[in-house]
């Protein structure tokens, strides 16, 4: 059974850096585009971060970019955001989500309907 699982939420101050996990088991990662996304209270969720199954090339929404790095450790199954810089208005539940990639592209994308398995999430508060 496919699945993801996130890990590493917490409350950090503004300016401060967290890092969050994104494990995946009964698959590998070769071949699915991995996307981290995050959902404050009484919004939308949003695509903040993707990693592109083929070409590893990664795409930010520009609220996080220069400020959060997706990378992916196949042998470890983990795709993991790097978020730093964070501000108050970061504070959402993160979730990581995988849909099968596609060789004719070389891109991921943001939007969250494009992804078929969803982890559980994980609280992210910016607060000091």
């Known amino acids: 059974q496919l699945q993801v699982a996130e890990s590493g939420g917490g409350l950090v101050q503004p300016g401060g850096s967290l890092r969050l996990s994104c494990a995946a088991s009964?698959?590998?990662?070769?071949?699915?585009?991995i996307g981290w996304f995050r959902q404050a209270p009484g919004k939308e969720r949003e695509g903040i971060s993707c990693?592109?199954?083929?070409?590893?090339?990664?795409t930010y929404t520009d609220s996080v970019k220069g400020r959060f790095i997706i990378s992916r450790d196949s042998t470890k199954r983990t795709v993991y955001l790097e978020m730093s810089m964070v501000q108050p208005e970061d504070t959402a539940d993160y979730f990581c989500?995988?849909?099968?990639?596609?060789?004719?592209?070389?891109?991921?994308?943001?939007?969250?309907?494009?992804?078929?398995?969803w982890g559980q999430g994980t609280q992210v508060t910016v607060s000091s």
């Open positions: 009964g698959f590998s990662l070769d071949g699915y585009d």
């Open positions: 989500a995988a849909v099968s990639g596609d060789p004719r592209y070389n891109i991921c994308v943001l939007f969250p309907g494009e992804y078929d398995f």
């Open positions: 990693i592109s199954s083929y070409s590893g090339r990664t």
